[in-house]
């Protein structure tokens, strides 16, 4: 059964980096098929799409993120990381790592079929 | 970017009643849509993709439909575990999610 484990610092100070990594155990992160991506989630509200990155390090921003976000990928660890920049009270929220499935070459990956738990991330001075 | 609008924002349902959910894109996303179930706490869990496709495990009362722009999300017979956030979202063009449905007992 695959499982995707979200770690991190649950504080981050105003103007600093946000620092996550996704473990992606029961399977493996280099399978052709699919995406890794991130969602968050501000406490109360909806589902926000960060961003997508495959194996081979193709990335894909959210276009209003775009200037703040890095994804990339550690295949031999069966990981992927997100760094946000600059982070304000606004980047409060839970963050989860997701499979991205893909059912055609013409778009990188579809919906996301397994998901993390999530995990809390708060700025705050 | 394609924005996604779910009505209503709060459905009352009984248990064993049906509840249908609504989502619109804001522009054509062929049958490029999945659903989502939240519940408190946890993270969303796949429900329908393709528009109209259940995914693995998912019981047969739930039932998507549409292509385009409209789209429904109907739960046949709802049972005490159904009640919960529903969300939609196209991967059309890039990603984006609907507000969410929630879906609470009358």
């Known amino acids: 059964q695959l499982q995707l484990q979200e770690s991190g610092p649950g504080l981050v100070k105003p103007s600093e980096t946000l620092s996550l990594t996704c473990t992606v155990s029961g399977g493996s992160i280099s399978s052709s098929s699919y995406y890794w991506g991130w969602i968050r989630q501000p406490p109360g509200k909806g589902l926000e799409w960060i961003g997508s990155?495959?194996?081979?390090?193709?990335?894909y921003y959210n276009p209003s993120l775009k200037s703040r976000v890095t994804i990339s990928v550690d295949t031999s660890k069966n990981q992927f990381s997100l760094k946000l920049s600059s982070v304000t009270a606004a980047d409060t929220a839970v963050y989860y790592c997701?499979?991205?499935?893909?059912?055609?070459?013409?778009?990188?990956?579809?919906?996301?079929?397994?998901w993390g738990q999530g995990t809390l991330v708060t700025v705050s001075s | 970017e394609i924005v996604m609008t779910q009505s209503p924002a709060t459905l009352s349902v009984s248990p064993g009643e049906r509840a249908t959910l609504s989502c619109r894109a804001s522009?054509?996303?062929?049958?490029?849509l999945a659903w989502y179930q939240q519940k408190p706490g946890q993270a969303p869990r796949l429900l329908i993709y393709?528009?109209?496709t259940r995914a693995t495990g998912i019981p047969a009362r739930f039932s998507g439909s549409g292509s385009g722009t409209e789209f429904t999300l109907t739960i046949s017979s709802l049972q005490s575990e159904d009640f919960a956030v529903y969300y939609c979202q196209q991967y059309n063009n890039w990603w984006t999610f609907g507000q969410g449905t929630k879906v609470e007992i009358k």
């Open positions: 393709g528009a109209s």
């Open positions: 522009q054509s996303v062929s049958s490029n």
């Open positions: 997701a499979r991205l499935t893909q059912t055609t070459t013409y778009r990188p990956g579809d919906y996301f079929d397994y």
């Open positions: 990155i495959y194996y081979s390090g193709s990335t």
